[in-house]
């Protein structure tokens, strides 16, 4: 499938070629042959065989879509915000409706004709920022979900010297310290819990014998972790923050962004890419990546159907 049938991706296609040069559209369209794949593959559908008894719908609906007519086209497939069956949620991967009132209309209609059977509350946008502020400009309800942050190492701010990178000594001290972590955030931000969960202890020690888990130490003491592996985000390709935290007593320091510092001077490749997804109400993430350098690229949105 030709990505220029999709209005909706021509920014992200510049964006591509901006990040990766005259590879990035080829980027960009392979992530879209993956969406198309899953049209008919029956092992795709099985992966929500939980959601079809739940909801009683058989498995092949949970296969992507392709909607084409003379008025449109839409790629997009059924998601389940949280794997909760009660909240689903369409994933509409392209389009091709201008982001004005009456295109983001039609839009609407078309998406919630095509899943009415799912009863799917809103249905989920990927966009730059200008396409974002097209958006906000209309009357709709736009909430955005997530942000994709990214920068080249080259292109991050310089570490001031304050904190450190080591190794832990075990991969047992790495666990306990994301588990308390996230034990003090379900304590005291209920809406932020719900929305992330802390990492796998298998990933963590995966991280830790790949050399990819870091404690952040200050004043001779570790004040917080960081784990960063090579990864993907849609079609984006680099280095990715897989978890990052910083101790509650240590919160307010700036310790988290001087670590992401550091590990950026001492990148092999300074032209790789620092990518992350942060969750809308995380905005002390959002703020240290902003000072590292890592400006929001992408937007996961979700609009009411």
């Known amino acids: 499938m030709e990505n220029n049938n999709f209005l909706s991706l021509d920014e992200q296609i510049a964006l591509s070629e901006r990040l990766f040069g005259a590879s990035g559209p080829k980027r960009v369209q392979a992530w879209l042959d993956e969406q198309v794949s899953c049209i008919n593959d029956p092992a795709f559908a099985r992966l929500f065989s939980y959601h079809s008894k739940s909801l009683g719908i058989a498995e092949q ?33 392209a389009h091709d409706f201008k982001l004005d009132a009456e295109g983001i209309d ?79 955030v379900a304590m005291h931000d209920l809406a932020l819990a719900e929305n992330v969960t802390p990492a796998d202890p298998e990933d963590l020690q995966a991280w830790h014998e790949e050399g990819q888990i870091r404690a952040i130490t ?20 680099g280095d990715e923050v897989k978890e990052e935290v910083t101790r509650t007593d240590h919160k307010g320091n700036g310790f988290a962004e001087e670590a992401q510092k550091v590990w950026a001077a001492r990148a092999n490749d300074p032209v790789c890419l620092l990518l992350g997804t942060i969750d ?13 350098g890592r400006k929001a690229i992408l937007h996961y949105t979700f609009i009411d159907l």
């Open 218 to 237: 200050a004043n001779g003491e570790t004040v917080g972790l960081l784990a960063i592996a090579p990864g993907s985000i849609v079609w984006i390709e």
């Open 106 to 184: 039609a839009l609407i209609e078309r998406v919630a004709d095509e899943w009415q059977s799912f009863k799917p509350r809103n249905m989920r946008l990927l966009l730059t920022p200008d396409q974002l502020d097209s958006f906000q400009k209309t009357r709709h309800n736009v909430v955005v979900d997530s942000h994709i942050h990214a920068a080249r190492y080259q292109d991050m701010e310089l570490p001031d010297g304050r904190v450190g990178l080591e190794a832990f000594q075990s991969k047992n001290a790495a666990i306990e310290l994301v588990e308390q972590r996230y034990r003090e």
């Open 61 to 93: 609906e949970f296969n992507h879509r392709h909607i084409r007519s003379i008025e449109c086209s839409i790629l997009g497939g059924i998601r389940f915000f949280g794997g909760d069956s009660n909240r689903p949620f369409v994933d509409v991967f």
């Open 280 to 292: 809308r109400l995380n905005t002390a993430s959002q703020k240290t990546a902003d000072r590292t």
